[in-house]
Every structure is written in C-alpha cells, then in structure tokens.
C-alpha cells in the first residue's frame, strides 16, 4: 500500500490534522492521494462506492451503513464537548422550538450526525414537526436563512463562530442538547478505511493520522499556508478558533470515553 487515497473536508482541523502525512512528514506512513470533498459527499461515497477512497472523513451517523465494510480509525476525526451544530434563525422568536412548527429548515445532509442530532432534538421541541427539510452544501446554509429562502438553518463548523455576522439568531445548540441528555461527547466526524485493506494495513494507518495530529500540534505553524489555501474565505482567527474547538484529545485518540 504505497499510495493511500484519501479523502476529506478543505476545513481547517482536516487540513490541519493531515497536513503532515499529506506533505510526506510522516515517517513510514504511505503517501497519500488526497481529495477534498465536502462530508455530504463523502457519506455518499461510502454508503454507494465500493471503488471510492481508501480512506474517508465521514459522519458519525452513517456508520450503521457502512460498517460492514468500512472499519473506524481510532483517531484523526471531530469528537467532543461544545462544538455541536447549531439551529439558526433570523428572528428571534419564541425561543422555543415551536418557532419551527411546519417551517422548512435546512440541513447540511441527510445523513450527517447534525441531521441526526436535529431530529432527536425536534422529536421533543417542535410540536408537530417542522414542515420541509431542504439539503444544501453548508456554506450556502446562513445566506438562505439570511435571505429569507428556508425558515430555519442547521449549521456546522465555523458557523458558530460566524452567524452573528449573517444577521441571524441562534434557536438551539444541538451539541448542548445531545450532551444534556447523554453526558457523552458530540460524534461528528470520523475516520474510516476499507476493511479490505487488512488489519496490518488498518493499524499502518491509524498510527500515522495519530503520528500527522502529533505533528500538527508540534509545529503549529507549518501547517498554516496548507490550512489558509483551503479555506480562502475563511479570517485568520476563525480558522484558529476552528483547530482550537475540533482538533482535541479525541482526535489523537477516541480512548475509553470516545
């Protein structure tokens, strides 16, 4: 396995975490054939693409559909405590999640963990339900609800960070809700590689995303240009802020609380 194909988001804890495997930094770890997609794509890859990458970012959440070919790397993915996604919106409301009664709320893929943690949480705050789920890429999320094209807008990443600057009002903090409810740290987003591969091959990889987070953390800077060239649009500071909340001690390694 000299050449691995991978694939994962331009967001910064990815390209922060894979920086130094990607660039060759990584002693003994495989090269890499890197392509960036966005998660919503890659879940589909390993729900539909037997030929698809051998390693993948995906969702928490589609792990039932995947696992019997697809094996978890134990490290190099986004799990953790205050980082969940958020539900937002351009008034304030109620406050409640009777604000979302029969309203067209959008997502950022059917089957990521912020779709999953939505509608646990709708189940019990929005009598009725809502009306319409509409699936958009996540950058497009904040400029609909913004410009008034869905009702409501379930967001990830950065967008924690940036709403305010879109207008618009932070309904619910799935993240809060799934920890309230189950003490346990937020599953978004994990590593996984063919279990064809093999066992030697699967724990070959395994420590070299754990070696690439190492690295990452040992030479902050090195990374930088790599993680800037990705998220072009992205300020400086959100990007830091980004590293800082999902690149933790679940990504070097999910342990026993993972």
């Given at each position: 396995?000299?050449?691995?194909?991978?694939?994962?988001?331009?967001?910064?804890?990815?390209?922060?975490?894979?920086h130094?495997?990607?660039?060759?930094?990584?002693?003994?770890a495989?090269?890499?054939?890197?392509?960036?997609?966005?998660?919503?794509?890659?879940?589909?890859?390993?729900?539909?693409?037997?030929?698809?990458?051998?390693?993948?970012?995906?969702?928490?959440?589609?792990?039932?559909?995947?696992?019997?070919?697809?094996a978890?790397?134990?490290?190099?993915?986004?799990?953790?405590?205050g980082?969940?996604?958020?539900v937002?919106?351009?008034?304030?409301?109620?406050?409640?999640?009777a604000?979302?009664?029969?309203?067209?709320?959008?997502?950022?893929?059917?089957?990521?963990?912020?779709?999953?943690?939505?509608?646990?949480?709708?189940?019990?705050?929005v009598?009725?339900?809502?009306?319409?789920?509409?699936?958009?890429?996540?950058h497009?999320?904040?400029p609909?609800?913004?410009?008034?094209?869905?009702?409501?807008?379930?967001?990830?990443?950065?967008?924690?960070?940036?709403?305010?600057?879109?207008?618009?009002?932070?309904l619910?903090?799935?993240?809060?809700?799934?920890e309230?409810?189950?003490?346990l740290?937020?599953?978004l987003?994990?590593?996984?590689?063919?279990?064809?591969?093999?066992?030697?091959?699967l724990r070959r990889?395994?420590?070299?995303?754990r070696?690439?987070?190492?690295?990452?953390?040992?030479?902050?800077?090195?990374?930088?240009?790599?993680?800037?060239?990705?998220?072009?649009?992205?300020?400086?500071?959100v990007?830091?802020?980004?590293i800082?909340?999902?690149?933790?001690?679940?990504?070097?390694d999910?342990?026993?609380?993972?």
């Open positions: 396995m000299d050449v691995t194909r991978i694939a994962y988001s331009p967001c910064p804890n990815d390209t922060f975490v894979f130094a495997w990607a660039h060759g930094l990584v002693p003994d495989p090269r890499l054939d890197v392509t960036f997609a966005d998660i919503d794509v890659t879940n589909g890859i390993a729900e539909r693409d037997d030929d698809g990458p051998d390693v993948l970012k995906v969702s928490y959440a589609v792990l039932p559909w995947i696992m019997d070919r697809y978890l790397l134990p490290c190099g993915g986004a799990l953790g405590r980082c969940g996604p958020l937002l919106t351009r008034e304030p409301g109620t406050g409640t999640g604000d979302l009664a029969g309203r067209t709320v959008a997502v950022p893929g059917e089957r990521s963990t912020a779709y999953l943690l939505f509608r646990l949480w709708a189940a019990q705050a009598p009725g339900g809502v009306g319409r789920v509409v699936v958009m890429p996540f497009e999320i904040m609909a609800v913004r410009d008034g094209r869905v009702d409501a807008g379930l967001v990830i990443h950065e967008a924690r960070f940036t709403y305010g600057q879109y207008g618009l009002t932070c619910a903090d799935m993240g809060a809700y799934w309230a409810e189950t003490g740290p937020i599953p987003g994990a590593i996984v590689a063919k279990r064809s591969l093999g066992a030697a091959a990889l395994a420590d070299a995303a070696a690439s987070v190492r690295a990452a953390w040992a030479d902050p800077a090195s990374s930088r240009d790599y993680v800037r060239a990705h998220a072009q649009e992205m300020d400086p500071e990007a830091a802020r980004h800082d909340l999902y690149v933790n001690a679940f990504t070097e999910l342990g026993d609380e993972g």
